[in-house]
């Protein structure tokens, strides 16, 4: 992936970028539609941003778009930072545009969701997302949800704070999964003192582990984690979807009925389900 240089000059000063031009200019690779996202809020330039997602998902279902470009664009926001090479002013004005243009995304695309109704009241309020260290954790956890809650599963994303207030919001909620939002490598060790203590708190709930886009080698981070079985470490959107799905889609005893979402069978009691007008 093409490296972006960028100033830590307030952000009005001058735009904290100039490899856009490399790119143009030179016979660098394109740069990838994360870098540009991440480019143009480094700029100040949320209308821009907001474009180059909107242009994206012109031929991208909503969880490829996040997939492929929020993710990967927040993980150079957390690099950066780790370097020292974004200052406040910028950091912030980056997470609350992604905040924003989450939300809008959200709003504004295609429903690929079916119904809580055809799915049960057993689904409500069943899901927490917890972020393992910082801001861009949250912001991920956010877009997890958002997910969840599109394809009929009611989830909440916890927000960063002390753990013994993330913690009690989790025992308020009364999930039966929690998912542990993580962007490494930076929140590793987070990840493994936060599930720890989830583990010892809630024994019944089962715990997912969203390491993402993690490169390294899992099982040994598994062992690192010291993951319980029926506990999982993912990376991906597409798995932990799935995952959660499973966990809370079970087909009860009595007669069901399935609908496929973008590959995925999600099952329903017929009982719940409307007669036809």
Known sequence: MTRLRRSTRPKHTTIPSLSFLDILLGDEPEISKSGLYYQRLLASDQAEARQVLEQ????????????????????????????????????????????????????SAPSEGISRQ??????????????ARDEA??????LLC???DRAGLASQSIPIG????????????DPVVVCISALPPFAIEHTRTLYQKLRAKFPQINIIICLWHFAGDLEK???????LNGHQVLVTLPEVLEHVKGKLLQPNAGSTSTVDLNGITLVADEDNIPDPV
């Open 146 to 148: 958002q997910l969840l």
């Open 162 to 173: 002390p753990v013994p207030e993330m913690l009690s919001a989790v025992a308020d909620l």
């Open 137 to 142: 954790d949250e912001v991920v956890g956010m």
């Open 221 to 227: 981070t598994q062992r690192r984690l010291k993951i």
């Open 56 to 107: 994206c998902l012109e031929n991208k279902h909503l969880e490829d778009l996040y997939t492929e470009v929020l993710i990967p664009a927040l993980s150079l926001v957390e690099q950066d930072r780790h370097r020292n090479e974004l200052d406040d002013a910028t950091l912030a004005f980056i997470m609350q545009s992604t905040r924003e243009l989450i939300e809008e995304l959200g709003e």
């Open 118 to 131: 055809l799915l049960g009241a057993e689904t409500e309020s069943r899901i927490a997302c917890i972020p």
